[in-house]
């Protein structure tokens, strides 16, 4: 015993002292996350201040979708009333007003399930409630169209 003490001893001069607490423990554990998935310095504070936050709001750290990214997106997706709606789309138009023109592919929404999505908005609402004091003299717009040059139109501001 005596012999194990003096060798642990020797090996210890000169060494740095290292308290292995939590802190320095996940610190350094994070740290190679950040390093692994090669995310930018800004990305290390982020990840503290969600963590922080989601500690305080007594998140579980037990996602249903477990540990797959793509998972959490898709049971999210299917969480929210109607989201699918909400997904855009593509569509392949002509660049040209010729039938045979080259074409390209052009990402839409769905107008009314946004519009419903935005109505529905608590800071729509709040807005709603805050800025309008006399219903038949106000209206809020919440949506308002306008187009500009498009690789579509091939001209600025065209309807």
């Not at 012999?3 to 802190?23: K, L, M, R």
């Not at 554990?29 to 692994?36: G, R, T």
């Not at 959490?72 to 969480?79: A, G, H, I, K, S």
């Not at 169209?145 to 091939?154: A, K, L, M």
Request: overall charge neutral; proline content about 6%.
């Amino acid at each position: 015993m005596c012999n194990n003490w003096h060798n642990n001893a020797a090996a210890q001069v000169g060494a740095p002292s290292f308290s292995y607490t939590n802190e320095p423990k996940w610190t350094v554990a994070l740290l190679k996350i950040v390093d692994d998935i090669k995310a930018t310095d800004g990305a290390f504070g982020k990840i503290l201040l969600w963590a922080r936050e989601a500690a305080s709001a007594q998140y579980s750290f037990y996602p249903q979708g477990g540990m797959s990214r793509n998972k959490n997106v898709e049971n999210l997706v299917n969480y929210m009333e109607n989201a699918k709606h909400l997904l855009p789309s593509v569509y392949t138009v002509p660049i040209m007003e010729e039938a045979n023109g080259p074409a390209m592919d052009v990402i839409a929404f769905d107008f009314v399930p946004q519009l419903l999505s935005l109505l529905q908005n608590r800071e729509y609402k709040d807005a709603y409630r805050r800025l309008i004091t006399d219903l038949k003299r106000q209206l809020i717009v919440p949506i308002i169209q306008w187009v500009d040059r498009t690789h579509v139109t091939g001209d600025s501001r065209s309807p």
